[in-house]
């Protein structure tokens, strides 16, 4: 794997990670160990940093919970079935499900989620980009999967959390999503 790839596989799986799981100890230590450049994506990833080191543990938690809370139902819902078509469990769902399989992806039976949560299809391309699935997915595996199943309604997410009324440790989380998608869609399709 190539250093360009070695990259995007670990910005993926960041996002996954600080989507798909409430925000522990560590996650909040690793954050604060973060830095950036005068680029727009180095100054978010700056700010993401600074806001870590003025948060708590339960701080963060109660942010995610009202960001992204299951009962009641958080301020997104950060599923592709629902930004796709309005409802949960929807026909984007069952895609994915029918080419997880080909991808050499397995469901997780311990996860409550269903696997269009964006935390999780961040996680999936991390692995397709890195092997973790089996060898390293080619440049037209990786972009057929951004299309079908990121590129449709992401961009709209990140773009939400930017704004969201709850976001503040997880406002810059948004802008380095939705800015890290832009140069992917430039990326995969100059490939």
Same mark, same amino acid.
């Given at each position: 794997?190539? *250093?360009?790839?070695?990259?995007?596989?670990?910005?993926?799986?960041? #996002?996954?990670?600080?989507?798909?799981? +409430?925000?522990?100890?560590?996650?909040?230590?690793?954050?604060?160990? #973060? &830095?950036?450049?005068? @680029?727009? !994506?180095?100054?978010?990833? &700056?700010?993401?940093?600074?806001?870590?080191?003025?948060?708590?543990? +339960?701080?963060?938690?109660?942010?995610?919970?009202?960001?992204?809370?299951?009962?009641?139902?958080? =301020?997104?819902?950060?599923?592709?079935?629902?930004? /796709? @078509?309005? =409802?949960?469990?929807? *026909?984007?769902?069952?895609?994915?499900?029918?080419?997880?399989? *080909?991808?050499? /992806?397995?469901?997780?039976?311990? $996860?409550?989620?269903?696997?269009?949560?964006?935390?999780?299809?961040?996680?999936?391309?991390?692995?397709?980009?890195?092997?973790?699935?089996?060898?390293?997915?080619?440049?037209?595996?990786?972009?057929?999967?951004?299309?079908?199943?990121? *590129?449709?309604?992401?961009?709209?997410?990140?773009?939400? #959390?930017? $704004?969201? =009324?709850?976001?503040?440790?997880?406002?810059? $989380?948004? %802008?380095?999503?939705?800015?890290?998608?832009? !140069?992917?869609?430039?990326?995969? %399709?100059?490939?």
């Amino acid at each position: 794997m190539n *250093e360009e790839d070695t990259i995007r596989a670990s910005l993926y799986g960041l #996002l996954g990670r600080l989507l798909f799981v +409430k925000p522990t100890g560590e996650i909040i230590e690793n954050l604060k160990g #973060l &830095s950036g450049d005068e @680029t727009q !994506m180095g100054r978010a990833f &700056s700010t993401l940093s600074k806001l870590a080191a003025a948060t708590d543990v +339960k701080s963060a938690r109660d942010e995610y919970d009202r960001l992204f809370g299951d009962d009641p139902r958080g =301020e997104l819902v950060p599923y592709a079935s629902y930004y /796709i @078509t309005g =409802e949960l469990q929807a *026909e984007p769902l069952h895609k994915l499900r029918l080419a997880m399989p *080909e991808l050499g /992806i397995a469901r997780n039976d311990n $996860v409550q989620r269903d696997e269009d949560h964006i935390g999780s299809l961040m996680e999936m391309m991390s692995g397709l980009i890195s092997g973790v699935y089996g060898e390293p997915a080619g440049a037209a595996v990786q972009a057929e999967f951004f299309a079908s199943f990121i *590129e449709p309604w992401a961009f709209a997410f990140f773009g939400n #959390l930017e $704004v969201a =009324e709850n976001s503040l440790l997880y406002q810059p $989380v948004g %802008t380095i999503g939705r800015l890290f998608l832009d !140069m992917e869609t430039n990326s995969l %399709t100059a490939r």
